[in-house]
């Protein structure tokens, strides 16, 4: 998915005015009210559930989003109407007759197959407008695939399906439009984006910027290290990396420029970090939900697994930057320009206790639905303690409203994603997908990981980090288990490669969006960017190869962690073409070479790794001297 800026977004939809404004503020508002409820008190139905987050997503989007990008205007034309009523009759005739579907399935009425096709129909629609044409291309790639299967050769052909049995599947039963993916989104996903809608109105972007700032601003490049913290804390709850590095590089971008960094790496720092956010429990952007469903396992689990790797992924980024600064002889901000930590804790710290709560309340084994809905209602109730943070009912409202809008992004992708993972499901295509990889890499895992991140690459250059997560899980998956990498580990490699579309150009949405605050060009900001990132790239392989994915002995674990952490701090060190001094090319080679031994899960690289390093510091200082 494309996913945009705020600007670009608020560019792109409609400026509705007058009764038209109003009712489309009455159904964004609506919409997170219901899940709120749904959030704190249960579901009131699946059929209801999850036909009404498709119902609002839809219609928000055919009344604020135009055919055309450039056509936006501020009246809702007849034609966006009529899909409106069209998504309307259709959802709502799949909820009141889904209870009696199940004593006709494989044999459904033909009204059944026309709202079926229906919202099939407006699923790819909605998906075009609010995103880009490549997810519904491929949505309709697979539709083909389904009902030409006998004219496919080799592996991936089947007998093929009659159109009844196509839409009886994707639109009429909860395996497709209104499946898995749907739910996580409702269920999980969208409580979270209203969580963070409300954060925001209350200042909690603030509260973080300055404590970090209060941390970190004065030491060596301290600015980009305060971008580097925020934004992976803001990142976590956004969803969006491109959305979070415009709304964080607002304030780090140009405090960066400020102190030296020149523009298209401050862009490039900002991106990467934004980008890591989507790997931070505890939210992960919407990762954390599709990885517990998709795998079966408890989300606080998960939010314990994805912990480590996304911790080291900050701290070589952080390192990183540190070497920039070492490298370009930059400085910290000066005393008298950073807040005090007492008193960014004493007068903004409690707008991030939701964050505590949410934890607290996974703990405690509650749902990751009703940990939003506590952290949801904390928000609220702490932002009374000043006046300036008071949620009142106009920026109540606000808020939601703003959480609905936020949400269309990734709710657009529902539908269409359904109807990929329906597909494959019906099909058996990942199997078979499977085999196909299997066939092309001779069955050895190293060509296998590397055929994975490529087609996550490609996949997350045009879609966004959950959708290109879905449909590529779904097809490489299998294959990585079949070679006998654990089932969270596989998913886990899938999601990370996922990231690099977002910072690796030609698209790089994360770094392009941040280009335009820092006034580079997006394609120096991509290229620093991709450096700053590149333990995309590498972590992946340690998630197979290592128990860094805490798979192993304590002792290993610990050795492990130890070791990665030394040897991104070499990585980084080679990199950015710093260490104690500028480095040469020798001393680049033995830094790489040390990242490298102590990357091998073993007690003599790791040692192997250590003196090279060693070597790797004398013959530095010596260069320097």
Known sequence: MKEAKPEQEKERMRGLQGK????????????????????????????????????????????L???????????????????????????????????????????????????????????????????????????????????????????????GFSIVNITESIACDVGGIYGIVANTYATFVFPFIIFASFLKAAGAGDAVESLALAIAGGTRGGPAKVAVVSSGIIGSITGSSAANAVATGAYTIPLMKRTGYKSHVAAGVEAAASSGGQMLPPVMGAGAFLLATFTETAYLDIIKIAAIPAVLYFFSVGWMVHFIAGREGLKGLPKDQLPKIKDVLLYKGYLLLPIIVILALLVARYSPQKAAFGAIVSTILLSYVRKETRLGPRRLLDALILAAKNSLVVGATAGTV?????????????????????????????????????????????????????????????????????????????FWYVETGQVTPPVALAAFAASGIARCDPNKAGFAAVRLASPLLITPVLFVYTPLLLNGPTGAIIETIA????????????????????????????LGCGAVCLFIPSIYTDIAGLIILAIASKVNRKHAA
């Open 418 to 494: 359904g109807i990929i993972v329906g597909i494959t499901l019906m099909a058996g295509v990942g199997i078979k997908f499977s085999a196909l990889i299997l066939g092309f890499s001779g069955g050895l895992l190293p060509l296998t990981i590397l055929m994975t991140a490529v087609a996550s690459y490609i996949m997350g250059m045009g879609l966004t980090v959950t959708a290109s997560y879905v449909v590529v899980s779904v097809l490489a998956v299998p294959a990585l288990g079949q070679l006998g990498v654990p089932l969270v580990a596989a998913h886990l490699v899938v």
């Open 65 to 159: 989003y135009p055919q055309r990008k450039k056509s936006g205007g501020n009246k809702v034309p007849v034609i966006d109407w009529i899909l409106c009523l069209l998504a309307a009759a259709a959802i709502i005739y799949w909820i009141v007759e889904f209870p009696s579907y199940a004593l006709r399935v494989r044999d459904p009425f033909k009204m059944d197959i026309v709202m079926g096709i229906i919202v099939t129909l407006l699923s790819l629609e909605m998906a075009r407008r609010t995103i880009n044409l490549i997810l519904p291309i491929l949505a309709i790639a697979f539709l083909c695939y389904a009902y030409f299967g006998p004219y496919v050769p080799g592996t991936l052909g089947h007998p």
């Open 20 to 63: 038209t404004a109003l009712l489309a503020n009455l159904v964004a508002v609506a919409f997170p009210l219901f899940y709120i409820y749904t959030a704190g008190f249960g579901l009131v139905s699946t059929e209801i559930h999850r036909g009404a987050y498709i119902l609002f997503t839809m219609l928000l989007c055919f009344m």
């Open 563 to 590: 070791s990665c952490a030394i040897g991104f701090i070499a990585y980084a060190g080679m990199m950015q073409g710093y260490w104690f001094k500028r480095t040469e090319i020798l001393d680049r080679f033995l």
